[in-house]
């Protein structure tokens, strides 16, 4: 298997993103100082109330869960058939399993931490788990997995808080729109603050762009290792039609709220929210998987910025020496207990989507 490489370009990036941090400390040592030195002089206190204020904004931010019932998480006691499962796939692809898994209802998945002590959490969103066969979803947890095995640079807590902190001075120091003659002074002395912040953002931003794009490559044949080299050009296949996952999520919200204001109405429309949902991707036809692959190819459509072309994803995979049976196969006993655990988070998130997708 091949291994990220710490390129110049990584050594650089983790370099200005600790530079960014130090002038985070800075802002808070000196505030702090201020307001020591100058007690009593109001002007003293306000300046390093304001640095104290601007240092605790620029944070790094370790990430939470859901709370107050936002969306559905899971420990392992909750679902121990779903987390030994992640647990195989994370022990194929090299790393360990999670923490926890938030159930979402969007056709998307993600890993990241949360909590001082960096905990790593699956976000898992129903739109795209529900559309997908078990092979396809042991993919889907390879590919998600796989950042961490392969030592993605924007999910080490360093990077991804240094580029939050370089966005948000360039949010703070953006010009005022339509400013009086005092605004527009302020928009003047700010520039070269704020062009700087900007260059730093684009300069770390294009520095491990490089390297995190290589890292979905690798998350790629993780995918493929552990669900099948099939399974994972399928689930490329998947991510052409998050659009029409979501347009039928808002589609069963609206018609939920048109059939009139009867409860029955909605539980029904809740009730068998996912399976109508997999059986409407699941009617696409293979004609139309291949006008969108074309399509994919023509426009350079990737999942965002980050990740490379979807098309040249799916030709990485297709172009493999030898294609891969997986690693990881899922009995039919695994398969019926997992989805006994996501009932209650299924049905929760269904009466989110219901409620909430047609606003």
Do not use: C
Not at 34 to 62: D, E, H, N, S
Not at 175 to 190: Q, V
Not at 245 to 260: C, N
Request: proline fraction near 4%; charged fraction near 25%; avoid cysteine.
């Amino acid at each position: 298997m091949s291994r990220p490489r710490r390129d110049t370009y990584s050594l650089l990036a983790h370099t200005l993103a600790l530079l960014v941090h130090a002038v985070t400390l800075a802002l808070a040592v000196a505030g702090l100082a201020i307001v020591v030195t100058g007690w009593g002089v109001i002007t003293m206190m306000l300046l390093g109330a304001i640095l104290l204020g601007t240092a605790f904004a620029l944070r790094p931010r370790f990430g939470s869960l859901p709370k107050n019932g936002e969306a559905p998480v899971l420990h392992r006691a909750d679902a121990p058939r779903l987390f030994a499962l992640i647990d195989e796939v994370a022990a194929v692809v090299g790393t360990r399993g999670v923490d926890a898994v938030v159930i979402e209802a969007q056709p998307n998945a993600m890993v990241s931490t949360y909590g001082i002590r960096q905990r790593r959490v699956l976000r898992l969103g129903l739109g795209l788990w529900e559309v997908l066969s078990p092979r396809q979803r042991v993919a889907l947890l390879g590919h998600e997995l796989g950042h961490y095995a392969n030592g993605d640079t924007r999910h080490g807590v360093v990077i991804h808080n240094a580029l939050y902190s370089l966005a948000s001075w360039v949010y703070f120091l953006a010009p005022k729109s339509h400013p009086t003659l005092p605004e527009r002074f302020a928009n003047w002395l700010m520039a070269v603050p704020r062009w700087a912040a900007y260059g730093l953002l684009v300069l770390l931003d294009q520095l491990t762009l490089r390297a995190t794009q290589r890292a979905e490559y690798l998350a790629d044949e993780a995918a493929a290792r552990t669900g099948s080299t099939k399974a994972a050009a399928e689930l490329m296949d998947r991510l052409l039609i998050t659009a029409a996952v979501d347009t039928e999520l808002r589609r069963q919200s609206v018609a939920a709220h048109t059939q009139g204001r009867r409860s029955t109405s909605r539980d029904e429309a809740e009730a068998g929210l996912w399976e109508r949902l997999a059986d409407h991707i699941g009617s696409v036809p293979e004609r139309e998987y291949e006008r969108l692959r074309r399509a994919a190819a023509l426009r350079g459509h990737a999942v965002d910025s980050t990740h490379p072309p979807t098309h040249l994803r799916r030709r990485r995979l297709a172009e493999a020496a030898e294609p891969q049976a997986a690693a990881v196969r899922p009995t039919e006993d695994t398969i019926a207990a997992i989805e006994a655990e996501l009932r209650e988070a299924r049905s929760r998130v269904a009466r989110q989507v219901i409620r909430d997708y047609a606003s």
